[in-house]
């Protein structure tokens, strides 16, 4: 019963929250049909409350669940909701706003239990904060680009101009407005609104 709810609503190597399976199930019961799928080798534990079944693979083993896949679902999207984003040299990497490799993930999420906080998971470094607003699917990537400002000078390794164009190409991108800019920058510090003028931001939203 649980196996064939999990082929239908999951992929290979999609991690399995057990706090989100909707079945008639108890608790105790639950985690022991997790218990025997793991035993025949059907599901693989990730951690403590997350499976996955394992994609199939030549190698021994199969293909481990990355950690960052998990950190993804847990606190960053899932189900069709978004409740994080990237943030920090992670987003700025993504943008190519620098070079630089992180080697700490960093997460600013709804599902974060204090202001800021490291985890480890699987060895993987993730530095998780609270947002300063709530985080939808409507205003993710306005928030995700305010927090980048506030400290833009730290992650840019490309020239002014550079980094501003790649910029304006996101708020292009992802159509943020000047009212999408107006209803959250009070939530950030004063330097985020000098930063978008001397990086000639403001006039590129619609």
């Known amino acids: 019963?649980?196996?064939?709810?999990?082929?239908?609503?999951?992929?290979?190597?999609?991690?399995?929250?057990?706090s989100d399976i909707n079945l008639p199930i108890s608790d105790g019961n639950l985690r022991q049909m997790f218990k025997n799928l793991c035993d025949d080798g059907l599901v693989k534990r990730f951690d403590t409350g997350v499976y996955y079944i394992p994609k199939e693979s030549r190698l021994k083993g199969g293909v481990p669940l990355g950690a960052d896949t998990v950190a993804k679902a847990k606190y960053i999207s899932r189900n069709g909701n978004i409740d994080g984003y990237?943030?920090?040299?992670?987003?700025?990497?993504?943008l190519g706003l620098t070079v630089q490799v992180p080697y700490v993930t960093e997460i600013v999420s709804n599902n974060a239990s204090a202001r800021v906080r490291e985890i480890k998971m699987k060895g993987k470094r993730i530095v998780l904060r609270k947002s300063r607003a709530q985080i939808t699917k409507e205003n993710?990537?306005?928030?995700?680009?305010?927090?980048?400002?506030?400290?833009?000078d730290t992650y840019i390794d490309c020239s002014a101009e550079d980094a501003s164009e790649r910029l304006m190409n996101y708020i292009r991108t992802e159509s943020i407005t000047r009212n999408d800019i107006d209803k959250y920058i009070s939530q950030f510090p004063v330097k985020v609104y000098?930063?978008?003028?001397?990086?000639r931001l403001y006039n590129v939203f619609a």
């Open 140 to 152: 993710c990537r306005v928030l995700q680009f305010l927090d980048l400002l506030k400290d833009i």
């Open 86 to 94: 990237y943030a920090g040299y992670t987003f700025a990497n993504q």
């Open 1 to 18: 019963m649980l196996y064939q709810y999990l082929v239908e609503k999951y992929k290979p190597n999609e991690p399995i929250f057990v």
């Open 194 to 199: 000098k930063n978008m003028y001397e990086m």
